[in-house]
C-alpha cells in the first residue's frame, strides 16, 4: 500500500510537470495546417540555381551569380522579404530561430510529416553560411544591395542586375552578430542533422566554432544599409554560446555568457528588463529562456519569468486582444513570443504559457475582430496582395509594363503578414507594405509557435490541400481594341499575352496575326504594294510584314507582328495599322479577325492568334477545321483519354507505338519528357488549353 501512494503521488506531481495536450474540443483552429503552410513559405522565398527543386514550382532558379564579384561562389540562401536582398541579420537570425524550434518540437515535425521539409531549409541555410564563410577572418552577409533591388518589381527568375557581395565581416568590420547567430545556427545544425549525417554535421559544428570565434575576437555591429541597423552584438554572441555549450559540452562557452552578461551590465544583483522578444536584432529572449534551465544560476529564471509574465500581463493589447510591441510587423512579435512561451510551457508544464500562446496564435489565424487570417492561404479570408514580388508574378517596367495591384497569380501559403494596427484594422494592400510585409523573420518565430500548437493542441489533425504550389502551363492570349478606323484603314492596340509562371521566364520567338478579309478591294483588283503597314508604338521593338495572301481564292489576308530583338513576358502591348490611302475602300466588318473588336474597351480575342517559333499556341485562324491540337497523338482530331494512354505508354517505355512525336511535344519544348505527360493531364481534366498547328 505505501509503495502504490508513492506511485501515485509521483504521478499527480509529474502530471503537474509535464505538459499535457489539450482535448480536441478546445481548439478552435486546424494548427497543424497551419503549421505545415508556415514552413512552406520558406520554399517560395528560396534562392539559387536550385529554387523551384521543392514543392513551390512556380519558382525557379535565380540570382545564379552571386558572388562572381568577388571571386566566390555565393548562391543559395533566401531572399529576405517581398524583395530580393539577402540580408545579414535577419537571415541569420531566422535560420538559428527555425533550428531551435526544430530542436524543441522534433517529435511533432516527424509526427506530421513536417521534418523532411524543415531539414532541408535549414541545410539550405548552412550551406549558404559555409560557402560565405571561405577563410576564418571573412564572412559574408549581405548579397544584393536593397537600395537598387527595391527599385525592380518582378519574378526574381527575371532579375538581372549585378548583385554585388555588398557587406562581409573582417577584422577591420567586424560583424559580431551575425557570426553569433550564424554559429548557432551551425550549431543546432549539427544537433538536429547528427544522427541523419554524421560527416556533414560534424561539418557544420567545426564552422560554428570557427564563425564564433572569429565573432568573439574581432567585435562589432554588421550593417544594413538603412534597412537592418543593430543595437548591439553581444545576445547574438550570447546565442552562439549557448547551443556551442549544448553540442559540445565544453564549459568555456558557459563561461564566455557569464563574462559577456558583465559586458552587457547583468552581474550580481543588476537584473534585466527583458521586454522584447526573439526577432532579427534581438535574441536575448531566447538566452534567458534556455539560460533558466541550463544554468544554475537563479537570476536567470527570474528574469526569463518576469519576461513571460510582462507579455502576458502588462503589455498593451489591441481591442481585439494581440500584444502589441511595435508598429511594423504586429504580428510577428506575437507569433515569436508565442513560441518562447510554448518552450517555457515545455519546460514546466505551467498551463499558462499555453493559454498566452493559445491566445495569440488563435488571433492571428482567424479569431479577430476583422475574422481574417493573417497568414496567407489559411482559412477562407486571408491576405491576397502580400508585398511579396515572386507570389506577385507581375512585372512592372518594360516588356511587361504591368502594375503591382493586379491580382496576385500565386497564393504565398503559409507567410505572415505585419498584420492588423493598434485599433485591429488591416489594410489588404500590395503597396501598404507596413500591414502586408512579409519576412524570413516574420515566419521564424511562428514556425516554432505553430510546432508547440500542433503538439498540445494538434490531436490527430493533419495538413490540409495546397492547391497551386505546382504552378500551372502557360496561358497564351490576345485582347486588343481599335484606336482609329476609317475607309482608309485601321489601327489596332493589342496585348499579347504570355503569362509564364513555372516558373517565370522571358520568351523569345512569338508573333501574332490579324486576318482582313479585302474582299472590297477585288473589283479593282488586290495590289500588296497598295497597302501601307506600320508598328506606331511598341517598347519591345515589335516588327510588322507587309500583307500576306492566306486564301486568295476568298480575299484572306494577314499581317504578322513580330518581336525579333526582344524577350517577352506577361503582357507585350503594340499599337499597329493597316492601310490603303488610295482606294479608300476599307471596311473592317468583314474581318476575320476584327469580330468582337470594339473601340472603347479591350476584348479578348481568339481571331488574333498567336504563334511561337510558328507554331500556333493560341486562338483561331480562316482555316476552319483543319487543325490538329497538340496531344493528338493517335491523329483523329480529337484529343482524349486514348492520347493520354498513349504517351503515358510512351514515356513509361520509350517506345513511340506509332505517336506522332511533334504531336505529342505538348508544350513545345522540343523535347517529349514527363512535362508533355502533365500538360496533356491537365488539358484533359479541364485544367489547361493545348496549343494548336496548322
Keep these: 500500500m505505501k509503495r502504490i501512494s508513492i506511485i501515485l503521488v509521483l504521478a499527480i506531481l509529474l502530471t503537474g510537470i509535464i505538459p499535457q495536450t489539450v482535448a480536441a474540443e478546445e481548439t478552435n483552429f486546424n494548427y497543424v495546417d497551419a503549421f505545415a503552410k508556415s514552413i512552406l513559405f520558406y520554399e517560395a522565398n528560396w534562392c539559387g540555381p536550385d529554387a523551384g527543386n521543392n514543392r513551390i514550382k512556380w519558382r525557379g532558379p535565380c540570382h545564379i551569380e552571386d558572388g562572381k564579384d568577388v571571386g566566390l561562389d555565393l548562391t543559395g540562401g533566401f531572399h529576405d522579404c517581398g524583395d530580393h536582398v539577402k540580408f545579414g541579420l535577419p537571415q541569420c537570425a531566422s535560420a538559428s530561430t527555425l533550428a531551435w524550434s526544430y530542436y524543441e518540437f522534433k517529435d511533432v515535425f516527424i509526427a506530421k510529416g513536417q521534418d523532411e521539409y524543415m531539414l532541408n531549409i535549414l541545410k539550405h541555410f548552412c550551406d549558404y553560411f559555409i560557402k560565405c564563410f571561405p577563410n ?36 577591420s568590420n567586424p560583424g559580431s552578430d551575425v557570426a553569433g547567430d550564424a554559429a548557432a545556427a551551425l550549431a543546432l545544425m549539427y544537433l538536429n542533422y547528427k544522427d541523419r549525417d554524421s560527416v556533414y554535421a560534424d561539418k557544420c559544428l567545426q564552422y560554428a566554432k570557427d564563425l564564433y570565434n572569429f565573432g568573439m575576437t574581432y567585435r562589432g555591429n554588421s550593417k544594413g544599409q538603412s534597412y537592418y541597423l543593430p543595437r548591439d ?14 553540442a559540445t559540452n565544453d564549459q568555456t562557452y558557459m563561461n564566455n555568457v557569464e563574462k559577456l552578461m558583465v559586458e552587457k551590465k547583468i552581474s550580481g544583483d543588476n537584473m534585466f528588463n527583458d521586454n522584447w522578444t526573439q526577432c532579427w536584432d534581438y535574441v536575448l529572449t531566447g538566452v534567458f529562456i534556455k539560460l533558466a534551465t541550463l544554468s544554475n544560476d537563479p537570476r536567470y529564471k527570474i528574469i526569463a519569468e518576469d519576461h513571460l509574465d510582462y507579455w502576458q500581463n502588462r503589455l498593451k493589447s489591441t481591442p481585439g486582444g494581440l500584444r502589441y510591441l511595435d508598429s511594423w510587423g504586429v504580428c510577428k512579435y506575437p507569433a515569436a513570443e508565442s513560441m518562447v512561451q510554448l518552450v517555457y510551457y515545455k519546460e514546466t508544464g505551467n498551463k499558462k504559457y499555453l493559454d498566452f500562446a493559445k491566445s495569440q496564435i488563435d488571433y492571428i489565424l482567424g479569431k479577430n475582430p476583422n475574422n481574417m487570417s493573417y497568414m496567407v492561404g489559411f482559412g477562407d479570408n486571408y491576405p491576397k496582395y ?19 495591384e493586379l491580382p496576385e497569380r500565386h497564393i504565398l501559403y503559409g507567410a505572415l503578414v505585419g498584420g492588423a494596427d493598434m485599433k485591429d484594422e488591416y489594410h489588404d494592400n500590395v503597396n501598404e507594405y507596413v500591414y502586408s510585409e512579409t519576412g524570413l523573420d516574420y515566419n521564424a518565430g511562428l514556425v516554432g509557435a505553430l510546432a508547440g500548437m500542433s503538439k498540445y493542441l494538434g490531436g490527430n489533425q493533419m495538413p490540409g490541400p495546397t492547391p497551386g504550389i505546382e504552378g500551372e502551363p502557360t496561358n497564351y492570349y490576345s485582347e486588343a481594341k481599335i484606336y482609329k478606323k476609317s475607309n482608309e484603314g485601321l489601327t489596332i492596340d493589342l496585348n499579347l499575352y504570355n503569362i509564364v509562371t513555372s516558373p517565370p521566364k522571358y520568351e523569345t520567338g512569338l508573333s501574332c496575326k490579324y486576318f482582313m478579309d479585302l474582299s472590297e478591294f477585288a473589283v479593282a483588283g488586290i495590289n500588296p504594294s497598295k497597302f501601307t503597314t506600320k508598328v506606331y508604338y511598341s517598347p519591345a521593338k515589335a516588327e510588322i510584314s507587309s500583307i500576306q495572301p492566306w486564301d486568295k481564292d476568298k480575299n484572306i489576308y494577314y499581317v504578322e507582328v513580330t518581336f525579333p530583338n526582344s524577350q517577352l513576358y506577361a503582357r507585350t502591348y503594340v499599337q499597329f495599322a493597316v492601310y490603303n490611302y488610295e482606294s479608300k475602300l476599307w471596311d473592317s466588318s468583314n474581318d476575320f479577325s476584327a469580330v468582337g473588336l470594339n473601340d472603347t474597351a479591350y476584348t479578348k480575342l481568339e481571331n488574333i492568334p498567336i504563334y511561337k517559333s510558328g507554331v500556333k499556341v493560341y486562338g483561331k485562324d480562316p482555316s476552319g477545321g483543319t487543325e490538329i491540337l497538340y496531344g493528338d497523338l493517335n491523329d483523329d482530331k480529337q484529343v482524349d483519354a486514348i492520347d493520354f494512354a498513349l504517351l503515358k505508354k510512351y514515356l513509361l517505355s520509350s517506345d513511340s507505338s506509332g505517336i506522332n512525336i511533334k504531336n505529342a511535344d505538348v508544350n513545345q519544348d522540343g523535347d517529349v519528357n514527363a512535362l508533355d505527360f502533365a500538360n496533356l493531364r491537365l488539358y484533359l481534366l479541364g485544367k489547361a488549353v493545348l496549343p494548336v498547328v496548322q
Aim: cysteine-free.
Design 233 to 246: 552584438y553581444l545576445d547574438e554572441l550570447m546565442w552562439g554560446s549557448i547551443w556551442l555549450y549544448v
Design 386 to 404: 502580400p508585398h511579396h514580388r515572386a507570389a506577385s508574378g507581375v512585372l512592372e517596367g518594360p516588356p511587361a509594363d504591368e502594375k503591382k
Design 136 to 171: 576564418k577572418t571573412t564572412f559574408y552577409y549581405q548579397v544584393g544591395d536593397g537600395d537598387v533591388d527595391h527599385q525592380y518589381w518582378g519574378p526574381p527568375e527575371l532579375q538581372t542586375y549585378d548583385r554585388p557581395a555588398y557587406y562581409a565581416a573582417t577584422p
